[in-house]
């Protein structure tokens, strides 16, 4: 059985390959049965992005929130999915947390 990094290379070939929408299906599926996987959460936030599913973006990226809570890139990257889902409020209070987190 392979393992999530394992799985998570394969995705990136997908994503590498021209196929970004199979990579997503490829990873959600790697993220279903392994919630923890922060990795795999972050470049779903950055991919799902890419293809204008801000909603599932949002979601992702505030799962990695949750993994790693003092880690201010996290909230950077939450801030940026919340922008281009048109949440201000939220993408602006993501960006004090993570300025916060630095100092």
């Given amino acids: 059985m392979e393992t999530r990094e394992e799985r998570y290379a394969e995705a990136e070939r997908l994503k590498d390959g021209g196929n970004l929408a199979a990579a997503v299906a490829y990873l959600e599926d790697v993220v279903s049965t392994d919630p923890t996987f922060d990795l795999a959460h972050s470049a779903l936030a950055a991919w799902c992005t890419r293809l204008e599913r801000h909603g599932d973006a949002v979601r992702h990226a505030r799962r990695v929130c949750e993994l790693k809570p003092l880690d201010p890139f996290s909230f950077t990257a939450l801030s940026v999915a919340c922008m281009r889902a048109g949440m ?8 004090a947390r993570s300025r916060g987190l630095q100092g």
């Fill in 88 to 95: 201000i409020a939220e993408a602006e209070e993501a960006m």
